[in-house]
């Protein structure tokens, strides 16, 4: 198992005590899931008490082993308690269910099952989302959805809490360009019509494999916005309304390569996602994220937050928070970076609570909606989107201070904008009117692209700010000596 750090700064309510670091160690563990998966599907999902997979019926039979078949493709459940091959069993008596489980969303009640399932559509093969009930181990008939009896892909369905929302992937149009999220509400007469989530959510690459937690959080995989390389997994916080900006759930998950797949426990303890090697793009490996109460519990973290890992990740993103450094601003303050949090109420009962939009507009008497992703999103799709770093004519340049040019063995600080899996992919870039050429390392599988070069935490903070306010929401100080990184946090106190 692998012990991860999440910063804890705010997580404390009042009354508790705060811990003497910016960082905490322990929250979250982190194992390799030791499933040999056969077959393209790697991603699996929760049910019940464990977990979803496809695999090949040779490996669950006794079949002679250098048999040249491998059976049939075929969706099995194995328990959280004991996770191999061997303590697995078909998901259902009655169906073989050969869908990829990363397609697959389950009510609340585990009575519904919604998922991908490809169908003929003329001359081609394309991708519907299907439901099915489960009754008594068994699924019955599947049923397509209304909505997505065109000829376009229907992919990945995500369903909220109380069934009422579902997002999910699709190539339908409006469109910002290859796979973008749709939401559809349930309504009494069935479902009704999708709208796009808009540019704020949406590239011109592919976002697929959502998820909505109980909160109402959204997270995905996204080859299009800024992150690590390849696939990356972001979450766009609900704030009761609408969803915010998608934010990277940063290296404590994402790797240079594709992190897809993300799915929590509905009992907010246990995540599990994707990630394919970096070396080997075929190799694919699956990962369980647990909350580590002991380390909670020593910590005295808020009750709350000591019960929901998507309440740590949410202040993780907030933060800012980049694992594998401590954050400058902490250090530079003395004060963990975290904002503070308001301790929400311990749950009163086992019934699932309505999201949040549910809450608020029920009580004004109205019907919820999600405002600015269902009733502006065909409008918001025509308007053209600024790439980061791209100025607009009126911007004010501000004077740039003078880069320094390290000597051997000098500390200096730069300021980490992007990542990339190939070398050379951006010798300069523009932030606030002033061209800046880039400096690129490479760490932990991916190429790292800094601006700027500076003798001052101070300094480099400024232009972090910038880049910031130039759309590179995940930029952070990171610093180096000569040209080597520096990961001594005691470099920053200044």
């Not at 040249?68 to 075929?74: D, V």
């Not at 609900?238 to 900006?245: A, I, N, P, V």
């Not at 029920?362 to 405002?371: D, F, L, N, T």
């Not at 990339?420 to 010798?427: G, K, L, Q, T, V």
Request: net charge negative; proline share 7%; aromatic share 10%.
């Amino acid at each position: 198992a692998l012990i991860l750090a999440v910063a804890a700064g705010g997580l404390c309510a009042a009354g508790q005590q705060s811990p003497d670091s910016a960082l905490v160690d322990q929250f979250i563990i982190s194992d390799t899931l030791s499933l040999d998966i056969p077959g393209t599907s790697k991603e699996l999902t929760f049910y019940l008490n464990g977990l979803v997979f496809l695999s090949n019926s040779k490996f669950h039979q006794k079949m002679i082993p250098d048999h040249i078949a491998f059976g049939r493709s075929q969706t099995y459940f194995v328990p959280l308690e004991y996770i191999s091959m061997e303590s697995s069993r078909p998901l259902f008596d009655n169906d073989p269910f050969p869908y990829s489980p990363g397609g697959m969303s389950f009510s609340r009640d585990y009575r519904t099952v919604y998922f991908t399932k490809p169908v003929n559509f003329g001359r081609r093969t394309v991708e519907k989302i299907y439901e099915a009930s489960i009754i008594n181990s068994e699924v019955s008939q599947d049923r397509q959805l209304s909505f997505c009896s065109d000829p376009a892909r229907y992919m990945h369905p995500a369903i909220s809490v109380d069934g009422s929302l579902m997002v999910f992937a699709s190539d339908r149009m409006p469109s910002s360009g290859g796979l973008d999220l749709y939401m559809v509400r349930k309504e009494e007469a069935g479902w009704g019509n999708p709208a796009n989530l808009g540019r704020n959510i949406n590239t011109s690459g592919h976002e697929w494999f959502p998820f909505l937690d109980k909160h109402n959080n959204l997270y995905f995989s996204s080859s299009g916005h800024m992150g690590y390389g390849g696939y990356d997994i972001y979450v766009c916080l609900f704030d009761g309304t609408l969803w915010g900006e998608p934010r990277n759930l940063t290296e404590l998950i994402n790797t240079g390569a594709d992190d897809i797949a993300f799915s929590i426990h509905p009992n907010h303890k246990q995540v599990v996602y994707s990630s394919t090697s970096e070396s080997d793009a075929s190799r694919t490996q699956a990962f369980l994220l647990k909350l580590n109460a002991g380390a909670l519990l020593i910590a005295d973290v808020e009750e709350s937050r000591s019960r929901d890992i998507s309440l740590l990740f949410k202040d993780m993103v907030l933060s800012g928070y980049t694992p594998s450094e401590t954050s400058p601003d902490a250090i530079a303050s003395g004060t963990p970076v975290l904002p503070e949090q308001k301790a929400e109420p311990a749950e009163t009962s086992k019934e699932p609570e309505p999201p949040a939009v549910e809450q608020e507009l029920r009580a004004a008497g109205e019907k919820p909606q999600v405002k600015e992703q269902v009733l502006q999103a065909a409008e918001e799709i025509k308007q053209p989107s600024e790439p980061p770093g791209k100025e607009t004519e009126t911007a004010q340049a501000e004077p740039d201070k003078k880069p320094v040019d390290p000597a051997p063995g000098q500390v200096v600080f730069r300021v980490q904008i992007l990542s990339n899996p190939r070398a050379n992919s951006m010798p300069s870039v523009t932030i606030g009117g002033q061209r800046y050429d880039t400096f690129e390392y490479y760490f932990k599988g991916a190429y790292r692209i800094t601006v700027g070069s500076y003798a001052t935490v101070k300094e480099a903070l400024e232009l972090r700010n910038r880049c910031k306010d130039a759309g590179y929401a995940q930029a952070f100080v990171a610093a180096f000596r000569g040209n080597e990184r520096e990961l001594d946090p005691s470099v920053f106190r200044q």
